[in-house]
Structure formats: C-alpha cells, structure tokens
C-alpha cells in the first residue's frame, strides 16, 4: 500500500468514525462503520453486481469465492449511512433517536433578569428594570408645589409623608401675637466658607463646608446647607416677603433649627449675588464655586427673632423642628428676586394651622 493510499484510507476512516458518532451511536458503533475501510488486500478484477443486488458488491464477491473486489470506502460508507437512516425513520417515536428540536426568539431564550441587563447596558427601547407596580409608586412618590402631586397631596403618596397631613405642629405658620419676653440673642459662629449650589428639583441649594454654627437655648447646632423659597413661606401678622431663605442646622442628637431670612426688595445683595453667579446650568446638577462665601454677610445689622416649634416645609414634613425667623428683612434687587423666578416662579408651601403654638419674641 503506497504512502497516498495510506492517507487516503486515514482520512476515510476518519470521516466514517465522525459519522457514527454523529448518528448517535457509540465509539465502538463507529469503528464497526470504518473497518471494512481496512479490507484492501490489493488489485483485483472487479465483478459488476447484478442489479438485484446493487447494495452489496462486497458480499457477492466472497459468496462467489472470487477474489475480493477493491471496496470503494466512500460508497460503503454511503451505504451504512442509509442503513442507519432507515434505522431512525422506523424507530418508535421517543426512541433513541427521536430528536425533537424547539424554537425560540432571541429575547425569549434569555430569561428575564438577563433581558433587563441587556436593557441596562445597550440602551434598548424596554424601559431598565421597569416593573409596573414600582413605576406607579415612584411616580406617586414625586412631590411637587402644584397640580395632582402638590401640596394637598403630600400627605398620600407615601407612608413617610402622613405627617404632611396629619401633623399637628407643622410649617410654615403666619406669625401673629408673639409674645415678646427677653430671649437670649442666637450666637452665630458664621465663618467664610467653601460651597456648592445644587439644584434639587424644588429649590436652589447651597452645601457647605462644615465649621459654621449657631448656639441657641444652651444647644449648638451645626449649618448643614441653606436653600430659598419664592415668595417667602412664613408670614408676619399677614404679609407675605417676596422670598425666603432658610439655613438648616443640625445638633449631635440629630435635631433640627432653621434659621428663616426674609427678603424684601432693595438694594442687592452681594452674597446672594454670589450663589446666582455659581448656579449649575441644568436640574440635579451641582457647582463647585472657586471663591468662598462670606456667611456672617447674609444676615441682618437687626437679629432680633422669632422662635416657635413646627416642622420641616417639604416631605416628610418632620416635625419637632425650632423654628427661628429673623424679625427683620434683608433686601434683594428687582433682578436677583428676577432670577430665581425664572428657574422656579412658585415653591412655597401653603400656611399652616398654628394650632394654639407658643410663639416667643425676642425684645
């Protein structure tokens, strides 16, 4: 047997082995297709088989004792193939080889956590994670000034808000009949600071650095962050301010004070000039001002106040809150009150009952 012959009869074993294997029977079922591959003794005259018999050459020839025929490996195998074909279509259905194959969609074959990863990372048109009964309540858990998720609806959209409607100490109040005794003035430990001015939402907001502070009471408080209402929430015996301000302080046990300044027009102010010129260009985003603000400057020459208990003016409207409204209003210019307009014309709460609260003024 020469060197190509060699080859040729490797690579038919080969195919036929690949065969049975893909027929579903085993190595050995295999091998048992590619052996009479190996039955070349060498030339012999071939006998032309009758056409009643045309599937098998190899064993006419050893019936006859002639001389074994060369066996043309790719016919025998084209042979044992159809055997085993018609093996399959006569076999009884769930048999060994009733092979049933399913069809699936793409998006149907990944399961859904997969399907809303996929979302999440190409951007797809589904909506990321979305699942109805969660969509309904964040919608529902948005707060607004105005319209269905306003102010008369606060109380409903989540279990944390019920104070909104259900608090009896709540803010903002207007403030008439103060009684007027000798309070201790408010300290303010008020330094020039690094901020921020963050747009939330619902207000201009100004993050500080830590470090400034005020003592009322025996109780120091530490500033957390200062934001605005327009017009003003509170009211003094009826009037209504053009804008408010409130600076939130915190003390170590978590309790809150909020300082209330109200503006009237005038001249401008430089400080609040200072925030208009930080202010972030889009909604939720927050800039860093390269200049610190000079807190001390916000305040009145005249820090005489009012102080009562109420509570926060947005959701959850916590309450246990001291409130501590300067007496006396600051001044803005016509085009500072302007410009917070533009951004938001309308966010103050709605006044609140007083509830028969002691509110205490300082002489």
Same mark, same amino acid.
């Given at each position: 047997?020469?060197?190509?012959?060699?080859?040729?009869?490797?690579?038919?074993?080969?195919?036929?082995?690949?065969?049975?294997?893909?027929?579903?029977?085993?190595?050995?079922? #295999?091998?048992?297709?590619?052996?009479?591959?190996?039955?070349? @003794?060498?030339? #012999?005259?071939? *006998?032309?088989?009758?056409?009643?018999?045309?599937?098998?050459?190899?064993?006419?020839?050893?019936?006859?004792?002639?001389?074994?025929?060369?066996?043309?490996?790719?016919?025998?195998?084209? %042979?044992?193939?159809?055997?085993?074909?018609?093996? +399959?279509?006569?076999?009884?259905?769930?048999?060994?080889?009733?092979?049933?194959?399913?069809?699936?969609?793409?998006?149907? #074959?990944?399961?859904?956590?997969?399907?809303?990863?996929? $979302?999440?990372? *190409?951007?797809?048109?589904? *909506?990321?994670?979305?699942?109805?009964?969660?969509?309904?309540?964040?919608?529902?858990?948005?707060?607004?000034?105005?319209?269905?998720?306003?102010?008369?609806?606060?109380?409903?959209?989540?279990?944390?808000?019920?104070?909104?409607?259900?608090?009896?100490? %709540?803010?903002?109040?207007?403030?008439?009949?103060?009684?007027? /005794? !000798?309070?201790?003035?408010?300290?303010?430990?008020?330094?020039?600071?690094?901020?921020? /001015?963050?747009?939330?939402?619902?207000? /201009?907001?100004?993050?500080?650095?830590?470090?400034?502070?005020?003592?009322?009471?025996?109780?120091?408080?530490?500033?957390?962050?200062?934001?605005?209402?327009?017009?003003?929430?509170?009211?003094?015996?009826?009037?209504?301010?053009?804008? $408010?301000?409130?600076? /939130?302080?915190?003390?170590?046990?978590? @309790?809150?004070?909020? +300082?209330? =300044?109200?503006?009237? %027009?005038?001249?401008?102010?430089?400080?609040?000039?200072?925030?208009? &010129?930080?202010?972030?260009?889009?909604?939720?985003?927050?800039?860093?001002?390269?200049?610190?603000?000079?807190? $001390?400057?916000?305040?009145?020459? !005249? @820090?005489?106040?009012?102080?009562?208990?109420?509570? =926060?003016?947005?959701?959850?409207?916590?309450?246990?809150?001291?409130?501590? +409204?300067?007496?006396?209003?600051? *001044?803005?210019?016509?085009?500072?009150?302007?410009?917070?307009?533009?951004?938001?014309?309308?966010?103050? @709460?709605? =006044?609140?009952?007083? $509830?028969?609260?002691?509110?205490?003024? &300082?002489?």
């Amino acid at each position: 047997m020469t060197p190509s012959t060699l080859a040729t009869v490797s690579c038919v074993r080969t195919g036929m082995l690949l065969a049975g294997l893909l027929l579903g029977g085993n190595a050995a079922q #295999a091998s048992e297709l590619a052996a009479p591959a190996l039955v070349m @003794r060498g030339p #012999a005259k071939a *006998t032309k088989p009758t056409p009643s018999d045309k599937t098998a050459p190899a064993a006419q020839a050893v019936a006859s004792g002639a001389p074994a025929a060369p066996v043309d490996p790719l016919e025998h195998l084209r %042979q044992r193939l159809s055997e085993r074909l018609s093996a +399959v279509r006569t076999s009884v259905a769930g048999g060994p080889y009733d092979v049933r194959v399913s069809k699936r969609s793409p998006a149907a #074959a990944a399961s859904p956590a997969q399907a809303t990863a996929g $979302s999440r990372k *190409t951007g797809a048109q589904v *909506t990321p994670g979305h699942d109805p009964g969660k969509a309904a309540d964040a919608h529902i858990s948005h707060w607004a000034y105005q319209g269905g998720t306003g102010p008369e609806s606060w109380g409903g959209l989540k279990p944390e808000f019920s104070l909104c409607r259900t608090g009896q100490r %709540q803010s903002p109040i207007d403030i008439r009949g103060g009684l007027a /005794v !000798d309070l201790e003035p408010v300290t303010f430990d008020y330094h020039a600071s690094k901020f921020a /001015v963050l747009d939330n939402g619902h207000t /201009v907001q100004v993050e500080l650095a830590k470090g400034n502070s005020i003592e009322v009471g025996g109780k120091r408080f530490e500033l957390q962050q200062f934001h605005f209402h327009r017009p003003s929430e509170e009211r003094i015996d009826g009037r209504q301010f053009e804008m $408010s301000l409130h600076l /939130v302080h915190k003390d170590e046990q978590g @309790r809150l004070a909020v +300082v209330a =300044l109200l503006f009237d %027009q005038g001249p401008a102010h430089p400080v609040l000039q200072q925030v208009w &010129s930080n202010l972030p260009l889009e909604h939720g985003d927050a800039n860093s001002a390269r200049m610190p603000l000079e807190l $001390s400057a916000l305040l009145p020459a !005249d @820090r005489r106040y009012y102080t009562y208990m109420g509570s =926060l003016t947005t959701p959850p409207c916590s309450e246990g809150v001291q409130w501590i +409204v300067m007496r006396h209003p600051v *001044t803005l210019a016509p085009e500072q009150i302007e410009v917070f307009a533009r951004i938001y014309p309308m966010n103050a @709460r709605p =006044l609140q009952s007083a $509830s028969g609260r002691r509110i205490l003024q &300082s002489n």
